[in-house]
T-cell receptor
Framework: NAGVTQTPKFQVLKTGQSMTLQCAQDMNHNSMYWYRQDPGMGLRLIYY?????TTDKGEVPNGYNVSRLNKREFSLRLESAAPSQTSVYFC??????WGYGYTFGSGTRLTVV | GDSVTQMEGPVTLSEEAFLTINCTYT??????LFWYVQYPGEGLQLLLK?????DKGSNKGFEATYRKETTSFHLEKGSVQVSDSAVYFCALSVQNQGGKLIFGQGTELSVKP
């Protein structure tokens, strides 16, 4: 089925460890996004890529890096995980056309101990 | 800056009751407006959208009307079902900002039989 695929679905890290969250879409969308979801705070944008070859910071970029590997793939890296990064992470993609919504992946639940 | 404010949850209703979830927004440009739904353990799914003033978005019995004069996009359903239990997110995107979505904090709905 067409859509956005995220891996892994669950991950437990120790403080200071690093990891990369993977995201791939097969809808030929231009734009891709990483959000984090925390209780009572909705979704907050971490980074986004409006088109292949570009990335920009969102609302909460500190502690994260991203790579737009090609049009399909957009990865999120935590270089030195902290307990404050315990969250559910969602990747999404969209056409870069005003008025179109997003297609979301099913999320990665990350716990940093 | 641009923002979305939703009524706080949780909202608990009996089956077949009428649902309203309030959403108001602040935007510097002319936004498109969206409602997303998140079922337990899943990612967000687009429920409905409206791209200009007085447009009504509808899907699965849910409706919302874009009210520019009151900067609102309230979600309504005439008769809720247990299967409607989920978290509902109001969101906006503004032209020429990479299609970025800005989300409200989410409203949890619980429908009891």
């Amino acid at each position: 089925n067409a859509g956005v695929t995220q891996t892994p679905k669950f991950q437990v890290l120790k403080t200071g460890q690093s990891m990369t969250l993977q995201c791939a879409q097969d809808m030929n969308h231009n734009s891709m996004y990483w959000y984090r979801q925390d209780p009572g705070m909705g979704l907050r944008l971490i980074y986004y890529s409006a088109s292949e070859g570009t990335t920009d910071k969102g609302e909460v970029p500190n502690g994260y890096n991203v790579s737009r590997l090609n049009k399909r793939e957009f990865s999120l890296r935590l270089e030195s995980a902290a307990p404050s990064q315990t969250s559910v992470y969602f990747c999404a993609s969209s056409e870069t056309v005003w008025g179109y919504g997003y297609t979301f992946g099913s999320g990665t639940r990350l716990t940093v101990v | 800056g641009d923002s979305v404010t939703q009524m706080e949850g949780p909202v608990t209703l009996s089956e077949e009751a009428f649902l309203t979830i309030n959403c108001t927004y602040t935007a510097t440009g002319y936004p498109s407006l969206f409602w997303y739904v998140q079922y337990p353990g899943e990612g967000l799914q687009l429920l409905l959208k409206a791209t200009k003033a007085d447009d009504k978005g509808s899907n699965k019995g849910f409706e919302a009307t874009y009210r520019k004069e009151t900067t609102s996009f309230h979600l309504e359903k005439g008769s809720v079902q247990v299967s409607d239990s989920a978290v509902y997110f109001c969101a906006l995107s503004v032209q020429n900002q990479g299609g970025k979505l800005i989300f409200g904090q989410g409203t949890e709905l619980s429908v009891k039989p």
